[in-house]
């Protein structure tokens, strides 16, 4: 295996990190609940009263993101190596995963972790263990 050294990018990596564990961090700490994409979109299904408001803010926030990124910082290069089809039936799958292993990875793996549940740990480990199974598979044995 080689490091593609064009495309490391440990400080950046680093600093995304330290950013969403600061927001994970006050998100709690100020709502008093757990920063999970998949809890926040799937809350907007069925509603509460007085719920949709910050969820759909969250969402907007979201999706606004990357286009500030845009206007500050310029264009961003990014490749998807798969047709629509597989990046539909990606999506799908993530989707049924996170409602078969109540939450996603930034539920479990950022949130859960941090607060040492252990359902949380065994979730993690299998979102990890099947992405690394996922992706031994497609590029070692059906390339």
Excluded: E, K
């Excluded at 500030?68 to 264009?75: A, D, E, I, S």
């Amino acid at each position: 295996m080689q490091i593609d050294w064009t495309h490391f990018t440990p400080w950046a990596s680093l600093a995304g990190g330290v950013l969403l564990g600061l927001a994970a961090s006050a998100f709690i700490l100020i709502n008093g609940r757990i920063l999970g994409i998949s809890g926040i979109l799937g809350g907007l299904l069925r509603p509460r009263s007085g719920d949709a408001a910050w969820r759909i803010a969250f969402l907007l926030g979201i999706l606004a993101a990357p286009a500030l990124y845009y206007l500050v910082g310029g264009p961003m290069l990014a490749t998807v190596d798969a047709g629509w089809g597989t990046v539909i039936a990606a999506g799908l799958l993530v989707g049924v995963g996170t409602r078969y292993g109540s939450g996603c990875t930034s539920g479990h793996g950022v949130c859960g972790l941090s607060s040492l549940s252990p359902r949380s740990l065994i979730a993690t480990l299998a979102f990890m263990s099947a992405g690394f199974a996922v992706v031994f598979f497609v590029r070692h044995i059906l390339a």
